[in-house]
């Protein structure tokens, strides 16, 4: 398999505009995640599916962000419109269940 | 949901020597995972080990449920070891969220 599978790799936007990040969880794994990492912050959880359905997106920071999955094999996580604190390190994993997580390599999102 | 705590935040070595990194857990966890994000920012696994002993050449990791602690023992460090490890841990509430730590920054001085 080829791992989660996370695009783009970098994206830098002007603030304001609409940005959309990519995920293929490993197949076969029936749990997706999608965290935010900064320095403030760390790593953080914005939203968990399981099954295609969203289970917990406490961490969703606003109505600005908001996320779907259409399928077993395909997630996106969209900010519109963008703000400069939003700029960060953005993650897909993936699991089967509550066993062993992978990560995507990670999306760097730079909004000026 | 759980919290954890991660120890020391920051440690500095010098080739050769080894090293214990500590993860600490608020509650009960399902599962265990050590990982090692990389300079360039890529997240590895090291362990997946909700409880016992795990070695990886030398790399070492020891899970104590009961004691809701994990270990992670780097021994004859090298330059490629610098980076932050993670530990994250699973609820056992029926949670599958896997729940980060800060991390410890680790430099291999050569």
């Known amino acids: 398999d080829a791992g989660v599978i996370q695009s783009p790799r970098h994206e830098v936007t002007e603030m304001g505009q609409e940005v959309t990040l990519r995920c293929k969880p490993i197949?076969?794994?029936?749990?997706l995640f999608w965290y935010r990492q900064t320095m403030m912050r760390g790593l953080e959880l914005l939203i968990y599916?399981?099954?295609?359905?969203?289970?917990?997106d406490s961490g969703m920071p606003e109505d600005r962000f908001s996320a779907k999955m259409p399928n077993a094999s395909f997630s996106t996580l969209k900010i519109q419109p963008s703000e400069p604190r939003d700029s960060a390190v953005y993650f897909c994993?993936?699991?089967?269940?509550?066993?062993?997580?992978?990560f995507g390599q990670g999306t760097r999102l730079t909004v000026v | 949901g759980i919290q954890v705590e991660q120890s020391p935040p920051d440690l500095i070595l010098q080739e050769g020597a080894n090293s214990t990194l500590r993860c600490n857990f608020s509650d009960s966890v399902n599962n265990l995972q050590w990982f090692h994000q990389n300079p360039w920012g890529q997240l590895i696994n090291l362990f997946y080990i909700p409880s016992g002993t795990k070695q990886n050449g030398r790399l070492s990791a020891t899970t104590v449920a009961t004691e809701r602690y994990s270990l992670l023992y780097i021994s004859s460090s090298q330059t490629t070891d610098s980076g932050v490890y993670f530990c994250?841990?699973?609820?056992?509430?029926?949670?599958?969220?896997?729940?980060f730590g800060r991390g410890t920054s680790l430099i291999v001085h050569p």
């Open positions: 599916f399981n099954n295609n359905v969203p289970i917990d």
């Open positions: 994250a841990g699973t609820g056992s509430g029926g949670s599958y969220i896997p729940t």
């Open positions: 197949s076969g794994h029936n749990s």
């Open positions: 994993a993936s699991s089967f269940g509550a066993s062993e997580a992978f």
